[in-house]
């Protein structure tokens, strides 16, 4: 996926090669916290390397000065220290808040209804049209 000459983010093939390695592994291994520990690591560095590889290409074609990176999953530790050291790289100002404003999306949009319901206002969310496939 890293090599692709697109900006789409997918990790069903990584989610599969994870689940066909613990199929072939003999279940005394797949309990041991060494297993465990090593096969976490390796998917959160893998998912790691194509986000920031990919965002960075696209801070490059887009001629983006700036990264913004938000939402809970800026709160990972390792995350936020391999984005600094390679937006340094690519000389792209990089920008995350502080840990304790990193929340997830739904935490944030629970919060916006609870104040809204607390105005009165949203009262007729029944009637919200939802469509999925809107594009942005």
Known sequence: MI????????????????????????????????YIRAIAAEI?????????????????EYRAKSIILGGGVAANEKLRKQFKVQSLKSKVKFLVPPKKFCTDNATMVGITAFFHHLKGEGQNWQKILVNANLRI
């Open 3 to 34: 090599h692709q000459k697109n900006f789409d983010f997918s990790f069903s093939g990584l989610k599969t090669a994870v689940l066909y390695d613990f199929k072939n592994r003999p279940p005394k291994i797949r309990k041991s916290k060494e």
């Open 44 to 60: 959160q560095q893998a998912i790691i390397d194509v986000f920031i590889s990919k965002t960075l290409k696209a801070a490059k």
